[in-house]
């Protein structure tokens, strides 16, 4: 299964990402994490990317893509992924198509996790109280949420265009929306 969970900034695409790889035996793939283990570690892409992500921003295409062509190279990747959170722009739409053809692989299913701006905005609120993301006081969450409309939310098009698409209610327990992720896929990949 190669499959990509898309949706906006809290939507809870880490969490289910999380529970739905364990679920289907293949690797998550969350660029977003690894972004910040890299800023964690002081690493030189860490650096980079850090100004971008604390501004709410997306770190240059350039640089995810070598990130994520890298990552899925890796031995874990070969029989399977789910990417959370990877392509988020139209260049990095082609740079997946390119890095799968390359390997005569494709594309299984895009999972597109839906809810309601202010659900979300008031979601990211709460998580940043307790997590203390440094990209998550209000102002940057709102501005996180303009940039995945203007950017990326376009992206659901294409793979609607291509019959990939399914979209799935966000709102809910983590139980109940992995469930619906799973009942969801089936659709798609029968
Ligand atoms: P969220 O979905 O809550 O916004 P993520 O953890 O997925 O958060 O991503 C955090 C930040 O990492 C993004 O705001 C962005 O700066 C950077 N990032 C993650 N994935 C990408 C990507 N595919 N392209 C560019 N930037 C990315």
Known sequence: MRMLLMGPPGAGKGTQAKVLAERLGIPAVSTGDIFRQNVKDETELGLEAKRYMDAGNYVPDEVTNAMVRDRLSEADAGAGFLLDGYPRTLPQVGTLDDL?????????????????????????LRRAKIDGRSDDSEEVIRHRQDVYTAETKPLLQVYAQRGLLVEVDGVGEIDEVSERVLAALKTVTE
């Open 100 to 124: 799968l053809a390359e390997h005569g692989h494709k594309l299984d299913a895009v999972v597109a996790l839906v809810a309601d701006t202010d659900v979300l905005v008031d979601r990211m």
